[in-house]
């Protein structure tokens, strides 16, 4: 080989080893770089979680002497912003994998049960003695996570606080505390969420509920008996379905479908009842209109047992007409107790059911009695022209369940609303607006 061409592979070698190490130290300064924004954004996010949590603890310290409706109603409204804040920021910190359920627990539990005080409190009715008990123990909690997170904030400056692992923290002796191992620590120390009953979404008698329809037919089917059931609702034989999967939930459930795998069917592990059946399909070009197709479902789901239900609302999209139907007892429109049927508007074929509302909810026991009548509660809807008032039950956010007047109203701009008035106590529990079109009407 000449001495030319072995100087020439020496000097591009010795050019692309220069080149690989310059790239390696250029990286190597673009992933500190990147390190140190994500430190920096770990604890701009720890530092306002800190913040929110000790707002909240603040907040729920003032509760105390809050003697005023208002006054109760700002507390909450600054509670919810700060549970709101803390929320977004344990999202972005680095140990949200960790599953700290008893630090989210609590900030959604603290905002959702004085906003529920402050509601009862404006309606006019006394906060009772288990209302502000409930107030003493979220203090409570809200006192131990704040000191928590101060004495862990006060830690927080260590070059390896967001990055080290719980288990090299524990490794490296009492004394070295990182932000997992010190969130966990936290946790684990934190007093559970006290048990509040109040009319909201996380009212703590919302875990125990059960369905109350499957619990009137608690006997237990077999995959085997549950097949024949969903051959049944497709109108098929045995041997045209088969069995896809059982899933649990709070509503337990065998899936089959047909041999095709084009419709499925749920059936309920208990009381064998089918909850959810779907059809995958192509929709061509509707012939049917959204009148006929509310129609249709009514006679589908007479045909299926369901006796009693009235349509209240259908919409279209993508070629399927969905219409709500509510059971009805006495002339009272029973909103819990829905059923969503989906019609095909090309050869009008049911293509989708969910009877989830209704199995979960139907039961004979109500009182449908109310308090005061339609005239005295209409006195409660101002400049609204209401009319079409009819006695109805909604559910409130806690799921329970309030006996109400349904007005339709029309406003001076033509915009036309729904307004639900207690039966009780006269006071506006619900306002929608409805959103009608030519392909139907929502509510908003």
Known sequence: MKKSTIWRIAVFSAAAFLCAAAFAVINRQKLKKY??????????????????????????????????????????????????????????????????????????VAADYCTAL????????????????????????????????????????????FTAAAKEAEEAGEAAVCFSSGMTYAEENMPESPVLIYDGPYSSHITGLTAAFLDKNPEEITVVEGLRIAAEFLG????????????????????????????????TRYGGFVITFSENAQVADAS??????????????????YAGMTCSYWYCTDGICY??????????????????????????KVTYMNAYGYLWNNRSDRDLTPGISAEDAAKNVSGANPSDAKLCVIPSDGKKELLCYEFK?????????????????????????????SNGTLTV
């Open 323 to 348: 219409i709500n139907y509510e059971y009805t007892s006495d002339g009272v429109v029973i909103y819990p107790d829905l059923i969503q049927v989906g019609v095909r508007l090309d050869n009008g």
């Open 236 to 267: 098929l034989d045995g041997t045209g379905v088969r069995y896809v999967c059982r899933s649990g939930g709070d509503t337990e459930t065998y899936t089959y479908s047909d041999s095709e795998g084009k419709r499925f069917v749920s059936v």
């Open 118 to 161: 402050a509601l009862k409190s404006a309606s006019g009715a006394q906060l009772s003695e288990d209302d502000l008990q409930g107030l003493v123990l979220l203090r409570e909690s809200s006192s131990a996570l704040a000191n928590e997170l101060n004495s862990l904030y006060l830690l927080s400056d260590s070059e390896d606080f």
């Open 288 to 305: 049917v209109s959204g009148s006929e197709a509310a129609d249709i479902g009514a006679e589908f789901l007479a045909s299926k047992g």
């Open 409 to 437: 109203c029309t406003s001076e701009s033509g915009r036309s609303f729904l307004i639900y008035i207690n039966a009780s106590s006269g006071s506006t529990e619900r306002i929608f607006v409805l959103v009608e079109n």
């Open 35 to 108: 390190e140190l924004l994500s430190v920096q954004a770990d604890r701009r996010a720890f530092s306002q979680l800190c913040e929110s949590v000790a707002c909240i603890d603040s907040e729920l310290n003032r509760s105390e002497y809050a003697n005023t409706p208002a006054m109760l109603f700002r507390i909450s409204t600054e509670i919810n912003r700060h549970s709101e804040a803390a929320k977004a920021a344990l999202a972005e910190l680095p140990s949200s994998e960790l599953g700290l359920d008893r630090t989210s627990s609590f900030l959604s």
